[in-house]
Structure formats: structure tokens, C-alpha cells
């Protein structure tokens, strides 16, 4: 007789179960860790900084209690599941006032990294998918937080926080303080004003967010206002410094945005705050999202044979409503740029993106401005080779303390250690050249 073997056996059920069985034991388990190192982590790391810093908090404890009456001040913050806990403060402010906050670490009230403690005002807005963050411990360091600080949250603070809800490990946490930490360093500080204008040595750049400069050019598009936008780090200034005709073209662009870590330890530099590291790079792909949503289209122009398609395929795969109208590789000679000129205006293209590396980008714009019928120009760099898979972009955790250009740095040193070991002290001897009380104003 034939028997049918999709059907299991009394023999194959006993082992079915006994995995099943396995499965939710192991899965608690892992849960249980999960839960169990963080707490662990937190536990050790706050009682070693109490401990190592007691004679700090008995001395600031004494000094609030002698000067405030009290020893600390409170806020009431929500925590984990929802439970009110009050954060602390040693009174009356700084200094080391916030070193308190060892102590709700200690207890539990709060870890070292999760999502930003909230008040109850904040919380009553959340919808019930932002809830997620209330499975965790507030942190004292947040990711989103980390990476508003450096510039680079682009998106809403409760996909940082879902992330962080999926991948947290003690590993993970370990790398956000220390992160956070060197973040701080970098751009943190006091509040400073946040002007709408950086000035650095003749180039006026906006400080603006990335949403913000993505909306600006669909509505330039929309409007029929012809726009050129170029992007700028610390290598482009100090091209500018010294190459005149790029310093003007940069001066009679539309917008001219902040590119990288550099410009906002700059602007730490002269005292004010950068609002976003609004560059090509993290733009692209949210830039071709509103244009696919707005119905506009793109030309890219740049880089070598080849690299614009492969762009504009997996842009396309990723916003399969995307109309990118042309593509051109960046290697034809200075005599072929009528034709470029012909074949982009011969696309219909409303956004024009340029990618030869700076200056080139922005003269070759300048030069054929006139010429050129996409409504929006923009140099862009090398961003292209990113978006092909030609080079690997910087992992996020190196973007999150401001090393992207180390990055590319390995990848090219023979190309970039100029750039970047010359030019980035360059760059900072210039802004402090600038920032001295007798610097021409
Ligand atoms: N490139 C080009 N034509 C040229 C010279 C360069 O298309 O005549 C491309 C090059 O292939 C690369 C980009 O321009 O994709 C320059 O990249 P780079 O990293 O220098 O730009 P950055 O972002 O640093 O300004």
C-alpha cells in the first residue's frame, strides 16, 4: 500500500511539537536577554560614574542644598509603559547639574539609550504607532537626538525610534553613547541662534532643513522660477577662497546648501548653529521621491559611461512612478556641450542634475545657464557613484560622528588626502581667521 508522505506520522508530530516547544522556550530566552543586558549594561556603567564621580555630586548635592534649599530640581517625564518618573537635576542649573540623571539610570527610570523622554503634553499628541517607544526605557541618549545634534535627521524621529525598538542590542547601545558623546563634542554646546544665512569668507550659504530645500525646488519647478543650486562643503570653500570666477558663480546661485560635518563644526566655530547637513547626497533619493510624487522629471548628467543608468534604474525600482527623462555620462569634450545642452533641453526635463565634482559642475552650469530649460540645476558631486554601487557610501555610524570623509578617504587616498588632510585644518585655520574680533567684517 502507498502511503502518503505530505501526512505526518504520529512519530513526526511528537517532533513537531517538541520544536514548537523549543521555539517559544528559545525565543523567551532571547527576549530575556534582550531585556536583561541592556538593564545590565546601564547598571554597571551608572554606578561606576557615580561612584567614580562621588565627590562631585556630594559636593554640587551639598552646595544646591546650601544654596537652593533643596538638592534637586524635578521634571516629571514619562517612562517606559506609559509610568510618570521625575527626572533630576541637581538645583540651580549648571554646572553638572544633569549628572543627577545617574541616578534615574540606577533605578531604572531611564537608560542610557533609548528614545527621548517626553512630557505628558508631548505624549497625549503621539498616535498609537508612536507608542512603540513605550516598550523601552527613555534614553539619555537618543538616535535621533544624536543625529539632530550632527545634522543628518532627515527622518521623523519615530522611524529612529522604531529602528532602535528592532535592532537594540548592548553593543548598539554601547556605540550610541559613545557616539552621542563624540557628537556633542563636535556640534553640541549651548544654544546658539540659528541665523537664515551662514556667511563663510564671501559665500552666503542657507541654513535651511533637508524637507524644506527639497519643497523649495518642487515649488521653483511648479512656480517657472529658474533656479541653480549648488551644494558646498569645506573643499568647495576653499576652492572659493581662492578661485574667483567659482566664488561669484556660488554668489549668483539661487541657493547655495551646506555639505558635510565640516561646515557645522564651522559654524560652531563662528558661534551659530547649522540647522541641517542639507546635502546632495542624503537629497537625492528624497528628492526624486517628491518628484515622483509631483509628477516632475529629471536629467542626469554626469560621471562615467554608464553610471548615470544604473542610477536611474534603481531609482526607478525604488520610485516606480519616477520619470527620469535623460541620462549622460560626464567624459565628452568642452567643444560636445552644445549637443549635452540639445539632448537635456530636448528631454523635457523640469531638474537638472550635474554631476562632474565642484567646481566644474557649477562653472559648466553657469556657462550654459542660459541655454538650459530644466527649471532646477543642481551640482551634485559624486553622488552618482553612490547611487550606482560604484562606491559604497559610509555606514551610518560613521556619518553619526562625522566621518564620512574619512571614508572616502580610504577609498580614494590618492585623489582625496589633499581634500581632506590638507584642506579640512585649512578650512578651520580660515573660519578662526574669520571669527578673530579683528577680521575685516
Ligand atoms: N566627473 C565627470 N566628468 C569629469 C570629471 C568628473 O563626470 O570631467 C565625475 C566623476 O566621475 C565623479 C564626479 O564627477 O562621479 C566627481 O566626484 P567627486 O567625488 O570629485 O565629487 P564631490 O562630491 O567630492 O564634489
Not at 539610570?105 to 499628541?125: H, K, Q, S, T, Y
Not at 557628537?183 to 563663510?200: D, I, Y
Not at 567624459?331 to 539632448?343: C, L, N, P, T
Request: charged fraction near 20%.
Amino acid at each position: 500500500m502507498k502511503t502518503d508522505s505530505s501526512i505526518p506520522g504520529p512519530l513526526d508530530r511528537e517532533s513537531n511539537i517538541l520544536l514548537i516547544w523549543w521555539r517559544v522556550w528559545f525565543e523567551h530566552a532571547a527576549l530575556l536577554l534582550l531585556e536583561v543586558l541592556p538593564r545590565s549594561f546601564d547598571i554597571f556603567l551608572s554606578l561606576s560614574l557615580i561612584l567614580a564621580f562621588s565627590p562631585v555630586l556630594l559636593i554640587r548635592a551639598i552646595l544646591a542644598k546650601s544654596l537652593w534649599g533643596k538638592v534637586f530640581d524635578t521634571v516629571e517625564l514619562i517612562g517606559q509603559f506609559r509610568t510618570p518618573f521625575l527626572r533630576l537635576g541637581f538645583a540651580g542649573k549648571a554646572p553638572a547639574s544633569g549628572l543627577a540623571v545617574l541616578f534615574n539610570i540606577l533605578w531604572g527610570d531611564m537608560a542610557f539609550a533609548g528614545p527621548r523622554p517626553m512630557a505628558e503634553n508631548e505624549v497625549l499628541l503621539l498616535t498609537p504607532e508612536q507608542g512603540i517607544r513605550f516598550t523601552l526605557r527613555p534614553g539619555l541618549f537618543s538616535p535621533h537626538g544624536l543625529r539632530r545634534k550632527v545634522g543628518i535627521a532627515y527622518d521623523s524621529e519615530t522611524s529612529s525610534d522604531i529602528d532602535f525598538y528592532y535592532s537594540e542590542t548592548v553593543q548598539g547601545d554601547m556605540g550610541l553613547v559613545a557616539r552621542s558623546l563624540i557628537g556633542n563634542l563636535l556640534a553640541g554646546g549651548g544654544l546658539r541662534p540659528t541665523p537664515a544665512v551662514l556667511h563663510f569668507f564671501g559665500v552666503d550659504i542657507t541654513n535651511t532643513t533637508m524637507d524644506e530645500a527639497v519643497g523649495w525646488m518642487v515649488r521653483r519647478v511648479k512656480n517657472h522660477e529658474p533656479a541653480f543650486v549648488a551644494f558646498v562643503n569645506p573643499d568647495c570653500l576653499n576652492i572659493a577662497y581662492r578661485h574667483n570666477k567659482y566664488q561669484q558663480v556660488l554668489s549668483a546661485a539661487e541657493r547655495v546648501l551646506p555639505d558635510g560635518i565640516g561646515i557645522n563644526i564651522g559654524c560652531r566655530l563662528l558661534g551659530v548653529s547649522l540647522m541641517a547637513n542639507v546635502n546632495g547626497t542624503d537629497m537625492f533619493p528624497r528628492l526624486c521621491e517628491k518628484a515622483a510624487a509631483e509628477g516632475l522629471s529629471l536629467f542626469l548628467l554626469g560621471a562615467k559611461p554608464g553610471v548615470a543608468e544604473a542610477v536611474s534604474h534603481k531609482m526607478r525600482e525604488r520610485f516606480p512612478t519616477l520619470d527620469i527623462a535623460g541620462v549622460r555620462d560626464g567624459y565628452f569634450k568642452a567643444e560636445e556641450s552644445g549637443r549635452v545642452v540639445e539632448e537635456i533641453n530636448a528631454s523635457k526635463a523640469d531638474i537638472l542634475l550635474v554631476a562632474f565634482g565642484a567646481p566644474k559642475q557649477e562653472l559648466w552650469l553657469a556657462e550654459h545657464g542660459e541655454k538650459l530649460t530644466p527649471c532646477v540645476r543642481l551640482g551634485v558631486g559624486g553622488l552618482f557613484d553612490f547611487y550606482s554601487g560604484r562606491l559604497p557610501r559610509a555606514p551610518l555610524w560613521m556619518r553619526e560622528i562625522g566621518l564620512e570623509w574619512s571614508w572616502r578617504l580610504l577609498q580614494e587616498p590618492g585623489r582625496m588626502w589633499r581634500r581632506y588632510l590638507i584642506g579640512n585644518p585649512l578650512f578651520l585655520y580660515r573660519v578662526w581667521l574669520q571669527k578673530r574680533p579683528d577680521a575685516a567684517s
